[in-house]
């Protein structure tokens, strides 16, 4: 409801000299930039995310893969059991079976961000497309859609979440599928509360007196003054579903050893966690590292997130 | 509404959620060959292929969706969960078994996770800006973005690999043949408890011991979403003018907070523990895992990755009902304390 105050009376901004010209939402653009600069938390997180960010997309500059069909399949160098140290070769070590660590972080890049963007694009739309249509129409519809994601919201997510890959068989797209099938009725849920409150005011009673069909006020007049709700969701989303699907990765759901998926590489720490008599952290650098790569990434979308909402929260704005 | 009409509804609710439910997880289950479902009817762990098509016949396995969904509630209902072959139990006796130890740790968990919540939370607000807020921001950001499995891999690296203190399981070796002999009651299988039910304190001590990793494991993870929610509320209340009202009136800023910013500040709390049951859960299996504590929770991991589906599908099925229960009552009692949420 706030939202749509700010957009539609520019001068609720900081109407700044020389921006007055501009198409309002621009404007608005603008002046969450603005913010966003100024907060050094947001800077951060978009720096680690940047990084992050071209080490995938340069990843095969960075360690050009040996299997150019497969290049998520981590290079080994023996079948030892044994992880190896940071060494020449190796400069971060190796998992069991002689993995390479490091080309392991930087493909796993890659896996990160298609498993945390992608779910989360994914549970955008299904959840706002539904969301939109049960707010709209309301009625019979509506509370269909609103008793399904009662249920979904019943279930404890984890678990159900291993119930659904122990039936589809394990691996990491199974992870991905569960993900986005088990996590779209937040945003359903939000977005219908924020149409609910707008529906029926005045712009909309405009736009339907004027003989505009439903689907262009649901999506031309209703979905713009609302989606900054579920975009602040969505951006604040992409770091737990990351924590999920590692969660699943680490219980042995995810893909074998060797794939280049930071949840998995931690798994396999699982048996290393105390080295042999004499030296306690042997290996170190098997626990610490992929578990730290998650935990950057994880940390620089969760501060996306918070500057995000900020941002485009006009009740956090105002304080 | 009135209260009254305001819980006819929701119980009427609850009983549709409940349907719902079973109807997600036996459809999941369909997903399965039959092979693998009748296993939630077999008894022993010998079987014959001749013996299984002749179980798939008898049990219904072959006949269509209604019908199998009707027989199989019906089993649910009679307590036939079938038998769970990580556990070689029957999936009543080893969730008999293992419930006790999972809620052990939540017992612990659960008071401190919302104590530190709620005080980080409120010192946050209170201190807005301040070193003290910004502490309980990284606190919360970070406890947001650690994976409860690293951290959980670190502390039993560093502090009992490394210095050899907060070892892993439920109880040392030399206390678990204690418990296991006959002049020890075990009256609940809630080790913490039955010790002192048993008035022995060395037992009791040494399982707090072997709990402590665990629970600051979970405390310091589950505990950010507290932290958030009690600060962004509690600066909401703050700015009210009731608050306002009472600094005009000489109330004491310590009362301020207490009595007249914190217990409306706290509502949205109350609405999330439901939701921090659910985490809670999810939480505890990675946590069971790690620090080797034969709970529901590494019970159903180990139940997953050994497509032991009888007993993962008990306890989806079994969590999401406590769940749907828990928020029921979650629910009555905030419609209780706070009128405006019956009018929705």
Do not use: C
């Not at chain 1, 977005?191 to 707008?198: D, G, M």
């Not at chain 2, 706290?266 to 620090?291: D, H, K």
């Amino acid at each position: 409801m706030e939202t749509e105050i700010m957009v539609e009376q520019p001068e609720a901004a900081a109407g700044h000299k020389g921006h007055r010209d501009m198409h309002p939402r621009l404007r608005e653009l603008l002046f969450g930039l603005k913010r966003f600069i100024s907060s050094p938390l947001s800077v951060i997180g978009l720096t680690i995310i940047v990084i992050f960010g071209l080490m995938a997309l340069f990843a095969p500059i960075i360690e050009p893969p040996k299997t150019p069909n497969n290049p998520y399949m981590i290079p080994h160098t023996g079948w030892e059991m044994q992880p190896s140290p940071p060494s020449m070769t190796h400069p971060l070590g190796t998992l069991p079976q002689q993995y390479d660590i490091l080309y392991g972080i930087v493909w796993g890049t890659r896996s990160a961000f298609v498993i945390g963007v992608a779910v989360v694009l994914a549970n955008l739309i299904v959840g706002v497309f539904l969301g939109v249509l049960a707010g709209y129409f309301g009625g019979a519809f509506d509370e269909i859609i609103m008793r399904i994601t009662d249920i979904f919201f019943a279930i404890p997510f984890l678990i159900m979440a291993m119930a659904l890959v122990v039936v589809i068989g394990r691996g990491l797209g199974a992870i991905i599928l569960v993900l986005v099938v088990l996590n779209w009725p937040q945003y359903t849920r939000i977005i219908r509360s924020e149409i609910l409150i707008i529906r029926d005011r005045e712009f909309v009673q405009a736009a339907r007196a004027s003989g505009a069909s439903h689907l262009r006020i649901m999506f031309k007049h209703i979905l713009p003054n609302t989606i900054y709700s579920v975009l602040i969701l969505a951006s604040l989303s992409v770091g737990a579903t990351i924590l999920n699907a590692a969660a699943l990765s680490f219980l042995g759901l995810g893909s074998d050893l060797g794939y280049a998926d930071w949840g998995q590489m931690v798994a396999s720490a699982r048996n290393w966690i105390v080295g042999p008599t004499g030296q306690p952290l042997a290996f170190w650098y098997l626990v610490f590292i992929p578990g730290f790569a998650i935990a950057l990434f994880v940390l620089g979308w969760n501060l996306l997130g918070d500057a995000a909402r900020d941002v485009f929260d006009p009740k956090q704005r105002r304080k | 509404m009135n209260l009254l009409s305001y819980i006819i509804r929701r119980l009427l609710l609850m009983i549709l959620v409940l349907f719902g439910v079973t109807f997600i997880v036996f459809g999941v289950m369909l997903l399965l060959p039959p092979g693998m479902r009748v296993a939630a009817f077999v008894k022993s762990e010998k079987i014959t292929p001749d013996q299984m098509n002749a179980m798939i016949k008898q049990y219904g396995m072959d006949q269509p969706a209604p019908v199998q969904y009707v027989h199989w509630l019906e089993n649910m209902l009679q307590g036939n969960f079938g038998y769970s072959s990580t556990a070689s139990a029957p999936v009543l006796d080893a969730f008999k078994q293992y419930l006790p130890v999972t809620l052990e740790l939540v017992l612990y968990t659960m008071p401190l996770m919302i104590i530190v919540g709620i005080v980080l939370g409120t010192i946050g607000a209170v201190r807005k800006d301040e070193p003290a807020d910004h502490f309980t921001r990284v606190f919360a950001i970070v406890g947001y973005s650690l994976p409860t499995f690293w951290l959980g891999l670190l502390l039993l690296m560093l502090l009992y690999g490394l210095l050899g203190i907060f070892p892993p399981g439920l109880l040392s070796n030399k206390l678990t043949n204690v418990i296991n002999s006959p002049g020890y009651h075990q009256y609940t299988g809630i080790l913490t408890l039955d010790a002192i039910l048993n008035w022995r304190w060395p037992i009791f001590l040494d399982a707090l011991y072997h709990l402590f990793l665990p629970v600051v494991n979970l405390v310091i993870i589950q505990s950010a979403t507290i932290v958030r929610l009690t600060r962004s509320s509690m600066l909401e209340s703050l700015g009210q003018d009731y608050i306002r009202t009472a600094t005009a009136k000489g109330v004491d800023r310590k009362t301020i907070i207490r009595r007249h910013a914190r217990r409306n500040a706290l509502l949205p709390v109350v609405t999330i523990s439901g939701v921090l049951f659910a985490t809670l859960m999810g939480g505890a299996v990675i946590t069971e895992t790690i620090f080797n504590r034969p709970g529901i929770g590494l019970w159903t991991a180990r139940a997953a990755v050994l497509l032991d589906v009888p007993a993962v599908m008990f306890n989806a099925l079994f969590l999401g009902v406590v769940f749907v229960v828990i928020n029921l009552v979650v629910d009555l009692i905030y419609a209780y304390v706070d009128p405006r949420v019956r009018l929705t």
